[in-house]
């Protein structure tokens, strides 16, 4: 059974209730929608009946609780209607989770773009974004602010005080599996801009009120729907003539025209996140009422309450002062009651009163739901895999990175083979070797990717794992470019010059480098490979550096000045026979010492070029032809 195949079991189990109960809320929801139609027909009948007999008492109680019945139907239906829909949902997000356990990617949602800086260290090497990728397994969060936290983790490591309390928080939130799902649930209802819309929003609350500083147009727009008010009044009680309520309204409207353009402006840049920032509220209402331990969780949410504020009401406030900005889209009421009362003036000067009061908060408001959101991201993965290890930063002694049973969090549990894994001290490096297929790529990918996990406070993919605080960098999927005119061969001596200038740069700041690369150099011939591989590795042994290097190379360890850096690992395959031959087999564990078989032959006749391999090993003088 899978190590995580309870967690699937439970997430399952979790799903069938909630479509159960989803079922059972719409045979309800069916039965009252029935029995509203028919309480509306026996009203309707009840009515004719009045206009033939005249309403008597008997007739005005039943028609009176006939009315009565219908609308408690309707407040039922509709909230039997809510229910099933919740639970649908919930539904939903179970099965989601579930299909992340068993890594069935083409189940999963794709997650928002990322802007990923333009040749990032390793980001696109060790698959953190994309289809099958780390932030799908973890689930993109659903506010903009959650993304960005989640993403800053991926792409830069912390501190290991800060890992520390993630890890802690981690833990907690890992057993809060009704509060995860509750935010979930609540987060994807929220109809949430761009990052752009957002930061449009933030730029608007956190500027300084335009209205109020304008203390006298604040008073005209008070004064002059007043006066309006009282000399029509006048009017109609015949005390004036005149129609004098037309001079204030004309007055209203220059005042319109002046500065209607400025009003609309503000109020575009207040509703940039328009139909989103209300529902914050929600959110935040969840993560108030929780009761948490952990000291990041405690000091996020004393973030959301400062000064005595409640966030949650405060943004339910602003989102409803914005829709009372939205009459300005409706023409046929607007005119009139801007004509009469200025409405927009009124409608901004409680906006910029709000503005006054939480504008300068709702930036680290919205950032501290985000980091609680990414830590539930973290929480799933450390819920749905509880065989799986925190590990520990060792800030003394020499840098180095030390795990048991690491395996590549990506793939799923009954197929991913684990290894011990040791890199480092500076002075050596891992020398992975093997034959094609065999799992050198995967081990270096494995290694970074739970480096990447361990440095964002998430449990890794191994039974133990010690390491000291690092800089990830990694040269694996280098290509060439035809827009910059650079060969592969260029392309990655450019990566592994970038490579051994961070190594110098960390090393002067008093840090260390972990580098991972795979098949070094491979766009040039044998000999110069050999000769470059090794200059590039005794740059960065000379510089501290700690990490592994996966190739064919057999010959890269032979010779003086990296024999004794180079810590030799390799994979193994084993040829059986089988129905058309021979075959081939991985088990994928990684044994001590350098590989002492190739494959590359052997597989090429597995693909059905058996005979020219024959021709070309026994005559290597037979030119290469078409057949």
């Known amino acids: 059974m899978d190590s995580n195949s309870g967690k699937a079991g439970s ?67 509709a909230r039997v209607r809510r229910r099933e829909r919740r639970f649908a949902e919930l539904q939903r997000v179970n099965e989601e989770w579930d299909d992340r356990v068993h890594r069935r990617w083409e189940r999963l949602p794709p997650h928002p773009p990322v802007a990923v800086p333009e040749r990032h260290a390793y980001a696109e090497d060790l698959d953190i974004f994309g289809r099958a990728s780390l932030y799908q397994l973890l689930g993109a969060p659903a506010t903009p602010p ?100 037309a001079l204030p309204v004309l007055a209203g409207l220059v005042l319109s025209g002046a500065f209607g353009g400025r009003i609309r402006a503000t109020f575009s840049r207040a509703a940039a996140e328009r139909g989103g920032i209300g529902k914050y509220s929600a959110l935040l209402a969840h993560v108030s009422g929780a009761r948490f331990e952990a000291a ?72 501290a739901y985000g980091e609680i959101e990414a830590l539930v991201a973290l929480a799933r993965l450390a819920h749905d895999n509880p065989d799986w290890a925190f590990p520990a930063f060792d800030t003394a002694g020499p840098p180095h990175l030390q795990a048991r049973a690491l395996a590549h969090p990506l793939l799923p549990a009954g197929t991913r083979v684990a290894n011990d894994v040791t890199v480092g001290p500076p002075g050596t490096f891992l020398l ?26 998430a449990p890794v993919c191994a039974r133990e794992m010690r390491l000291s605080p690092v ?26 010059r970038e490579i051994v200038d961070a190594a110098r740069e960390v090393r002067r700041e008093g840090g260390t480098l972990l580098y991972l690369l795979d098949e070094l150099l491979q766009g040039t011939n044998t000999a110069e490979r050999q000769i470059a591989a090794r200059t590039i590795l005794g740059h960065l042994l000379e510089q501290g550096a700690i990490g592994a290097t996966a190739t064919h190379d057999l010959a890269l360890a032979d010779c003086d000045e ?66």
Request: hydrophobic share 50%.
């Open 11 to 77: 997430y399952r189990e979790r799903a069938d209730r909630f479509r159960a109960e989803a079922e059972r809320h719409g045979r309800l929801a069916r039965a009252l929608s029935n029995g509203r139609a028919a309480l509306f027909l026996l009203l309707a009948a009840l009515l004719v009946r009045v206009e033939a007999a005249g309403l008597g008492p008997v007739l005005a109680g039943a028609v009176a609780a006939a009315a009565a019945a219908f609308a408690v139907l309707v407040v039922l239906h």
């Open 146 to 245: 959650g993304r960005a936290a989640l993403e800053g983790w991926l792409l830069a490591p912390s501190e290991p005080a800060r890992i520390a309390e993630r890890q802690q928080a981690v833990r907690e939130l890992a057993q809060h599996m009704e509060l995860r799902e509750a935010l979930t649930l609540d987060g994807r209802r929220l109809v949430s801009g761009s990052e752009r819309d957002i930061r449009e929003f933030l730029g608007w609350a956190e500027s300084e009120p335009w209205l109020t500083r304008r203390r006298a147009l604040v008073w005209a727009a008070r004064v002059i729907p007043a006066t309006t008010a009282a000399l029509a009044a006048l009017q109609l009680a015949g005390i004036i003539g005149v129609s004098a309520w």
């Open 296 to 367: 990041a969780l405690q000091r996020l949410q004393a973030e959301l309450t400062a000064n005595g504020m409640q966030p949650r009401t405060l943004l339910r406030r602003v989102e409803r002062l914005l829709d009372l900005a939205d009459l300005r889209f409706n023409g046929m009421f607007y005119l009139p009651i801007q004509l009469f009362t200025l409405w927009d003036f009124h409608v901004l000067a409680r906006l910029e009163a709000w503005q006054r009061v939480a504008g300068p908060h709702v930036r680290r408001w919205l950032e």
């Open 432 to 457: 992975v070797t093997g034959s094609n297929m065999s799992g050198k790529s995967t081990l270096l990918r494995a290694i970074g990717t739970n480096v990447v996990l361990a440095q964002a406070g």
């Open 471 to 496: 800089r990830l960098e990694t040269s694996m999927r280098v290509r060439d470019s035809l827009e910059r005119g650079v060969s592969q061969f260029m392309a990655e001596l450019e990566r592994l």
């Open 562 to 627: 990296l024999r004794a850096a180079a810590c030799a690992v390799h994979f193994r395959e084993t040829i059986h026979a089988s129905g058309d031959g021979a075959g081939m087999s991985f088990d994928y564990r990684l044994r001590p010492g350098l590989a002492t078989s190739t494959n590359a032959l052997r597989l090429i006749e597995l693909v059905g070029l058996a005979r020219q391999a024959r021709e070309v090993a026994s005559d290597p003088a037979v030119p290469c032809r078409a057949e």
